[in-house]
């Protein structure tokens, strides 16, 4: 297949990252802005702010780390809790329903692997198209010759 994208392939939600990132860092400058500023409070409590804008930095941080690699010899799935590294042979099927709030795999062993690094949030039509490139990239190469469920808009 031509319209098969070039190995290795990173798909994450790129809008919803920027949008993650800026919020990150606008609640830490703003928090640490207010710690300095407040007289009237001491060292121990403008550390604590600090540590608090960037603890609140770290989790959006998290949210926007998910993302989805396809190489040659299969994927791996970063969620916002962890990793998990699958071959291709272990993905029946790549579902993108209408309502699905991201891709899920079906694996082999019968479980569902949700892949929050295609997710149809702010960017749609991205979300379908990048499933569908993981849907034709599975089924290349687990020889599969046809997936039910075709992501659809």
């Given at each position: 297949m031509s319209?098969?994208?070039?190995?290795?392939?990173?798909?994450?939600?790129?809008?919803?990252?920027?949008i993650l990132l800026t919020a990150g860092v606008v609640i830490f400058v703003v928090i640490s802005a207010i710690a300095l500023l407040l007289e009237h409070i001491g060292p121990g409590s403008r550390l604590t702010f600090i540590l608090t804008g960037a603890l609140g930095f770290?989790?959006?941080?998290?949210?926007?780390?998910?993302?989805?690699?396809?190489?040659?010899?299969?994927?791996?799935?970063?969620?916002?809790?962890?990793?998990?590294?699958?071959?291709?042979e272990e993905i029946l099927r790549v579902n993108l329903r209408p309502g699905d709030p991201w891709v899920f795999l079906d694996l082999?062993?019968?479980?569902?692997?949700?892949?929050?690094?295609?997710?149809?949030?702010?960017?749609?039509?991205?979300?379908?198209?990048?499933?569908?490139?993981?849907?034709?990239?599975a089924e290349a190469h687990s020889g599969t010759s046809a997936l039910p469920h075709e992501p659809r808009s």
């Open positions: 319209d098969l994208p070039t190995l290795p392939v990173t798909f994450r939600p790129g809008r919803t990252r920027v770290w989790a959006l941080a998290q949210l926007a780390r998910v993302k989805v690699v396809a190489d040659d010899s299969g994927v791996t799935v970063v969620n916002i809790a962890g990793k998990r590294r699958l071959a291709w082999s062993d019968g479980t569902s692997l949700p892949a929050l690094g295609i997710q149809p949030g702010i960017a749609k039509q991205r979300a379908i198209a990048d499933a569908k490139a993981l849907r034709a990239l």
